[in-house]
Nanobody
């Protein structure tokens, strides 16, 4: 059974940093294309970064240069290093397979709040 457990969120001031983690119980995790998504209040869930099994990363324009996605295929863990955080980054952050839809399983997410 798939299980995704996100952690590492919290309250941070603008300009601060956080590192999110996602423990994934997925078979053949190492070849899965994975992504970090976020959903702000009143908005649709959006993909902010994704990474191939081989480690090629892509980012939404809104986070490019500030966020870094990475993975540990042995530990089956996905990471998101977030620097220079802005209030508009406030959202619940989720990890999942690239291309996951609302009909798929989602973990509980981790809340990130950027505020002074």
């Amino acid at each position: 059974q798939v299980q995704l457990v996100e952690s590492g969120g919290g309250l941070v001031q603008p300009g601060g940093s956080l590192r999110l983690s996602c423990a994934a119980s997925l078979s053949i995790f190492s070849i899965r294309n994975m992504g970090w998504y976020r959903q702000a209040p009143g908005k649709q869930r959006e993909l902010v970064a994704h990474i191939t099994g081989g480690g090629t990363a892509n980012y939404a324009d809104s986070v490019k240069g500030r966020f870094t996605i990475s993975r540990d295929n042995i530990e089956k863990t996905l990471y998101l290093q977030m620097n220079s955080l802005k209030p508009e980054d406030t959202a619940v952050y989720y990890c999942n397979l690239l291309g996951a839809t609302v009909r798929d399983y989602w973990g509980q997410g981790t809340q990130v709040t950027v505020s002074s």
